[in-house]
């Protein structure tokens, strides 16, 4: 099983700053087959990034996803309102696929 | 457009069967083309993937609940459903279903299940 390390577990930021969101894996995500999403209480996961560096159709290009192998990062170039929430990675390159434990975005 | 909607009971008895359904719409589950998974998120804690299977019948589920857990599909109805079994408290949680391919880019809107007597 491949273990996701989120970090760090909180970040507490203003509007318009820039977040940066660690994911490390326990061993290499073969074809860099990771995910991130952005969840909100009461609503179901978001699919921001998959395949490490690709936006679905739709996700603001204010998010970008970077890395491979263990190390993958999640960049949220200008804070916006609507962009506190929690964010998990997740991989999907073996089975049992994992989650990472989250990092939560908060209004400093 | 794909959606997909969790339906069944609302509270489960401790040591029974939890057991919901994903209704698909948009997409015929049997194209192949997609996993369809389960995954769960507990009050306060972060999500937790329950399993998945292929339209081809090949399941895969978490091991720390593979002993209780059951996917299956209903081509007829384009639904596929998730039985756990010998539910406790620990089971309480919103539960998700997902179509998957590259990541999960579609989910259901989700559904509380409280184990309780």
């Known amino acids: 099983e491949i273990v996701l390390t989120q970090s760090p577990g909180t970040l507490s930021l203003s509007p318009g700053e820039r977040a940066t969101l660690s994911c490390r894996a326990s061993?290499?995500?073969?074809?860099?087959?990771l995910a991130w999403y952005q969840k909100k209480p009461g609503q179901a996961p978001r699919l921001l990034i998959f395949?490490?560096?690709n936006r679905p159709t739709g996700i603001p290009d204010r998010f970008s996803g970077s890395g491979s192998g263990t190390d993958f990062t999640l960049t949220i170039s200008r804070l916006q309102p609507e962009d506190f929430a929690v964010y998990y990675c997740q991989q999907y390159a073996n089975s049992p696929l994992t989650f990472g434990g989250g990092t939560k975005v908060e209004i400093k | 457009q794909v959606q997909l909607q969790e339906s069944g009971p609302g509270l489960v008895k401790p040591s029974q069967t939890l057991s919901l359904t994903c209704t698909v719409s948009?997409?015929?589950?049997?194209?192949?083309?997609?996993?369809w998974s389960w995954t769960r998120h507990h009050p306060g804690k972060g999500l937790e993937w329950i399993g998945y299977m292929y339209y081809r019948g090949s399941t895969y589920y978490n091991p720390s609940l593979k002993s209780r857990v059951t996917i299956s599909v209903d081509t007829s109805k384009n639904q596929f459903s998730l039985n756990l079994t010998s539910v406790t408290a620990a089971d309480t949680a919103v539960y998700f279903c997902a179509r998957g391919a590259y990541g999960e880019p579609d989910w259901g809107q989700g559904t509380l299940v409280t184990v309780s007597s």
């Open positions: 395949n490490a560096s």
């Open positions: 061993r290499s995500v073969s074809l860099s087959h």
């Open positions: 948009g997409v015929s589950i049997s194209n192949g083309l997609y996993y």
